[in-house]
């Protein structure tokens, strides 16, 4: 909700960028925001385990790490899946022939259009 709230500014925001004909204050406001954003959310990109409350406010804004999340350990042996297999083989030659017809199809269509400014 916290990140639907703060759509609102930053589409205003978007949206008055139309009115900006030098290139060189857009860089420099761009260059300023991004750093503003760099330092408000540090603390969560860092992964560093947060108070409670602060901690809160940055899920709700920005999604990411879960400190307390752990995964569990497992004691089974890794399964045995071979790096190449009739479905490796399967894939690769479907792939093939998609990149062949996109090919062709690119080849007709080019044809088509020398075709067209002759007649």
Request: hydrophobic share 55%.
């Amino acid at each position: 909700m916290i990140g639907a709230v703060l759509l609102i500014p930053a589409a205003y925001a978007a949206w008055s960028l139309r009115h900006i004909r030098d290139p060189r204050r857009l860089f420099r406001w761009s260059l300023g925001v991004i750093a503003v954003v760099a330092l408000i959310w540090y603390p969560n990109w860092s992964a560093l385990p947060l108070p409670t409350g602060v901690h809160n406010v940055y899920q709700g804004v920005f999604p990411t790490w879960v400190w307390s999340f752990q995964f569990g350990v497992t004691l089974e042996k890794p399964v045995d899946v071979p790096l190449v297999s009739g479905a490796t083989l399967l894939f690769a030659a479907a792939l093939a022939a998609v990149a062949l017809l996109t090919y062709a199809l690119f080849e007709y269509a080019r044809r088509r259009e020398l075709h067209k400014d002759r007649s």
